[in-house]
Nanobody, 130 residues
């Protein structure tokens, strides 16, 4: 059973930075990809960034390109999201997710849809004030 636990959320002012972490109970190299999603109040969950567990290929939602960086540390079984130049519209609950489903079967491309991922963490809140 895969367990994902996020940390690193908090409250910052616009322009600030946060680094989210996602510790996996087991880093399963058969995962096709891991990703960060977010959900703001009253909105649907959306993909923010994704990284393939094999070659490190990444993709980002247009709204975070140039500001957010997804990375992983295989030795520590940990996924990261470095968030810089934060904006109030980045305020949301952020979730870590993992999937065995190959990219060619995803509903969403290049940013996956929520239904493309099976394993989820409980989320960490990010609040950005203006």
């Amino acid at each position: 059973q895969v367990q994902l636990v996020e940390s690193g959320g908090g409250s910052v002012q616009a322009g600030g930075s946060l680094r989210l972490s996602c510790a996996a109970s087991t880093y399963d190299y058969s995962f096709h990809a891991m990703a960060w999603f977010r959900q703001a109040p009253g909105k649907e969950r959306e993909g923010v960034a994704v990284i393939s567990t094999g070659g490190g290929t990444t993709a980002y939602h247009d709204s975070v390109k140039g500001r957010f960086t997804i990375s992983r540390d295989n030795a520590k079984n940990t996924l990261y999201l470095q968030m810089n130049s934060l904006k109030p519209e980045d305020t949301a609950m952020y979730y870590c997710a993992a999937t065995y489903r190959p990219r060619e079967l995803w509903v969403g491309y290049p940013i996956p849809a929520e239904t493309d991922f099976r394993y989820w963490g409980q989320g960490t809140q990010v609040t950005v004030s203006s």
